[in-house]
């Protein structure tokens, strides 16, 4: 049996020509396993990330592993126009779009009291005719008290640590962003609505034009409602569920509104960096306004199996290179894949007859 | 034997060799892509879902190409048990390399996720359903294992063929001098 191309191995005997065949699929199997990062366990996955949220007792089965008290809403984005200036999203072009929503408490637990909620979300799914979509998730601070996801991982760790009390005072301790955070939770007034809450997307993403020109961006959705502060000693006395309530009440008396407007950063401000703010003299568009019409329990709610995954993005609006985006969308999906898994835990009640 | 015979037609081995690089870079690309939580994870999404698509329609090219075209006869030395082996492998790696993509696009369906190629959005081909995508997000996964141990085997057999038994069927798929007869 003459060949040509197998000339390296022709003369080798066959118990080598084997062992090389079994080396190359070992070779194989193994590039595989470090992509698939087990040869790594050093590697930041988002199932790390996932599980270093939930709480001591382990995660609420079927609900989000984190923001996991919610309320879903229906409404409507109106837009004005003015931002098709900065962005070709479809959603900026003055018209109405659909918009499904959640209210929501930072936090693994579903259960949890209203009054000891200090960060507050609002999530959004803004839908096109065309089919694109913009989804967001924003809270209501103005700054995230931590720069990067690796340190976000760390600090969950810091806190979960309970044989080194120190663990977390120590992380504080070298993270100064911490400080502005803490100076934010500690004196912020808590409003007695999500109705009076500004959200901000923190993050940084670009905007892009028609005439193809990038800017760097970051949105806050702000309540037209004034605040009206719960005083600090009330908090604890209010009913656990006092927001959904009152978000219930307002909604079906009347839509609630708030304006976007979205800043534009300057040459040389920090994009990568959620923990810095901009400066106030920055120019903001106001892009229009989001009415909040319609508020549903979630078990039975639009919102409940959206995963509002920020990378979701219209045409227009892409990432810029803050890192948060894109740790977020990897450990959302995780969250969405085990909560979904986890159905039956979390049933929904309209077939029990309820509203 | 006719020397068209011995060895599978150009065009099928132009969509062996590419999609081999494809459904290979998808492998990898998916589960790199479930270990990362970088910046990279988006790019390689964003490569993961319409690399998908590209792969579904030429399978399903790749498919009538093989109902017209059919295959090289494998060699009579081979045993009855390594030709089913060989038959039943190809039947897998067709039935995966078509379900893998419609796993991955309906569950993403049932997740009420856009699938967007090419700047347009494709359409949903399952409703929204949560335990809907959790059976097929499973599926989606562990079938990516399954492809990927194929794949080993594949890989494993065909140098096999090359290096050992030196039978002609490696030399199927090339574009080298053995097609002559011997």
Request: with cysteine; net charge positive.
């Amino acid at each position: 049996m003459k060949k040509h191309q197998d000339a390296p191995s022709a003369g080798l005997p066959i118990v080598v020509r084997l062992a090389a065949i079994l080396c190359l699929v070992i070779a194989a199997a193994c590039a595989f396993a470090y992509a698939a990062g087990w040869l790594t366990p050093a590697r930041l996955t988002p199932t790390k990330i996932v599980d270093s949220l939930a709480p001591p007792g382990g995660p609420v089965k079927g609900f989000r592993r984190n923001h996991a008290k919610g309320i879903c809403f229906a409404g409507s984005f109106e837009a004005n126009g003015d931002a098709v200036e900065i962005s070709r999203a479809p959603m900026f072009k003055v018209g109405t779009y659909p918009v499904t929503g959640r209210f929501n408490l930072a936090g693994p637990i579903p259960t949890m009291a209203d009054g000891t909620g200090r960060v507050r979300g609002l999530s959004l799914r803004i839908q096109a005719a065309d089919g694109q979509e913009w989804r967001t998730a924003m809270i209501n601070p103005p700054l995230f008290p931590i720069a990067t996801p690796k340190d976000f991982y760390e600090l969950q760790r810091a806190n979960a640590n309970k044989d080194d009390p120190s663990a977390a005072k120590q992380f504080a301790a070298s993270h100064p962003s911490l400080r502005a955070f803490g100076a934010w939770a500690g004196t912020a007034p808590f409003a007695e609505s999500y109705a009076e809450d500004r959200f901000n997307s923190l993050n940084s993403f670009v905007f892009t034009n028609a005439q193809g020109q990038s800017q760097t961006v970051r949105w806050s959705f702000i309540p037209t409602a004034a605040v009206v502060p719960v005083p600090p000693d009330e908090l604890k006395k209010r009913d656990p569920d006092f927001l959904f309530k009152e978000i219930t009440e307002r909604v079906a008396a009347a839509p609630q509104k708030w304006k976007l407007v979205v800043t534009l950063a300057n040459p040389g401000d920090p994009t990568s960096d959620p923990t810095k703010v901009w400066p106030d003299d920055r120019r903001q568009i106001e892009a229009g306004t989001l009415l909040v019409t319609r508020i549903e329990p979630e078990a039975d709610g639009a919102c409940r199996d959206i995963n509002f995954d920020p990378t979701v993005l219209p045409e227009g609006i892409h990432t810029s290179d803050d890192p948060f985006p894109a740790a977020r969308s990897a450990a959302y999906a995780v969250s969405y894949d085990r909560r979904t898994a986890e159905s039956s835990h979390y049933p929904r009640t309209q077939a029990e007859g309820k509203p | 034997m006719s020397r068209s015979s011995m060895k599978f037609s150009l065009a099928q081995r132009v969509l062996h060799w590419g999609m081999a690089l494809g459904i290979l870079a998808m492998l990898f690309i998916g589960v790199g892509m479930m270990s990362t939580i970088d910046s990279v994870y988006l790019l390689l999404v964003n490569i993961h879902k319409p690399l998908g698509i590209v792969i579904l329609a030429l399978a399903l090219l790749r498919l009538a190409v093989r109902w017209r075209t059919g295959a090289p006869p494998l060699p009579a030395g081979m045993s009855e048990p390594m030709k089913l082996a060989a038959r039943l492998s190809h039947v897998a790696f067709y039935v995966l390399m078509i379900a893998m993509p419609l796993l991955g696009w309906s569950m993403l369906s049932a997740a009420d996720y856009p699938v967007v190629f090419a700047g347009m959005r494709l359409p949903s081909i399952v409703p929204p359903n949560a335990e809907l995508h959790s059976m097929l997000w499973t599926a989606h996964r562990a079938l990516a294992f399954c492809l990927f141990a194929l794949f080993l085997l594949h890989f494993a057999a065909a140098l096999f063929h090359a290096w050992v038994r030196k039978d002609g069927v490696f030399e199927t798929m090339t574009s080298g001098r053995s097609d002559r007869r011997r």
